[in-house]
C-alpha cells in the first residue's frame, strides 16, 4: 500500500472549514483513499472513501486531485466535537483491504 | 447499521494471568475481522487478520502464542492475551468489513483498555 504523508497537527476556529491534506505520491491506480478519525480513547470512526472522483457524504467531502497524488479532506463547518486525530490511508483490496495507519493529523477546533 | 462492539470496554487483570476479549459484528456478518493495538500518544498497529474457520494471520513481529485468537462464528472473533505482562497493557481495537462488499469500509469496534498490575 501506498505510504501517506499528512502534517502532524492543524488548528481550526469553530464554524469554519477545516481542510485537512494527504500527500499519496505513490498511490496505485486500485488504491482507494480512505479517511477515518479517532476521537480520544475511541475506536477509528469512517469518514468517507474515494478512488477518482470527489465525494461528499454528511460528514465530509473529499477532493482527489487528477493526478491521484493528494488529497483533501474537508469539514465544511468544524466544531468542537471535530477535535479528533485524522488518518489518510491508501488501500487496496489486494491483501485482504486490512488498513495500516500512519501518525494522522491532530486537528484541533478552538472556540 | 454495521456495528462492532467489544466487550469489555476496560479491564484490569494480574501479571501472569490471561485475558479475553471478544469483537462482535452485530448487524453483519464477517469472515475476515481485524486487530490493532495503540500504545498512548501512538498510532494504531495492526496485530493480526482473524480468519472465520482457519488460523489467523500475524504481522511481523507478533508473537503468536502470546496472542490468541478464535474466529470461531461469521460474527465473533476473540483475542486472548496469555500470560499478561505489564508491558501488554494497552488499548486493542477490533474491525470488520460486510461480507462480501469489498468496496465498504472497515468497522471499527470502541476498543478495550486493558492494564496489568
Known amino acids: 500500500d501506498a505510504k501517506t504523508t499528512q502534517p502532524t497537527s492543524m488548528d481550526c476556529a469553530e464554524g469554519r472549514a477545516a481542510n485537512l491534506p494527504c500527500n499519496h505520491s505513490t498511490i496505485s491506480g486500485n488504491e482507494y483513499v480512505y479517511w477515518y478519525r479517532q476521537i480520544h480513547s475511541q475506536g477509528p470512526q469512517y469518514i468517507i472513501h474515494g478512488l477518482k472522483n470527489n465525494e461528499t457524504n454528511e460528514m465530509a467531502s473529499l477532493i482527489i486531485t487528477e493526478d491521484r497524488k493528494s488529497s483533501t479532506l474537508i469539514l465544511p463547518h468544524a466544531t468542537l466535537r471535530d477535535t479528533a486525530v485524522y488518518y489518510c490511508?491508501?488501500?487496496?483490496?489486494?491483501?485482504?483491504?486490512?488498513?495500516?495507519f500512519g501518525q494522522g493529523t491532530e486537528l484541533s477546533v478552538k472556540p | 447499521g454495521a456495528v462492532v462492539s467489544q466487550h469489555p470496554s476496560w479491564v484490569i487483570c494480574k501479571s501472569g494471568t490471561s485475558v479475553k476479549i471478544e469483537c462482535r459484528s452485530l448487524d453483519f456478518q464477517a469472515t475476515t475481522m481485524f486487530w490493532y493495538r495503540q500504545f498512548p500518544k501512538q498510532s494504531l498497529m495492526l496485530m493480526a487478520t482473524s480468519n472465520e474457520g482457519s488460523k489467523a494471520t500475524y504481522e511481523q513481529g507478533v508473537e503468536k502464542d502470546k496472542f490468541l485468537i478464535n474466529h470461531a462464528s461469521l460474527t465473533l472473533s476473540t483475542l486472548t492475551v496469555t500470560s499478561a505482562h505489564p508491558e501488554d497493557s494497552s488499548f486493542y481495537i477490533c474491525?470488520?468489513?460486510?461480507?462480501?462488499?469489498?468496496?465498504?469500509?472497515?468497522?471499527f469496534g470502541n476498543g478495550t483498555r486493558l492494564t496489568v498490575t
Open positions: 474491525s470488520a468489513r460486510v461480507e462480501g462488499n469489498y468496496n465498504s469500509p472497515l468497522h
Open positions: 490511508i491508501a488501500l487496496t483490496y489486494n491483501q485482504g483491504g486490512k488498513l495500516i
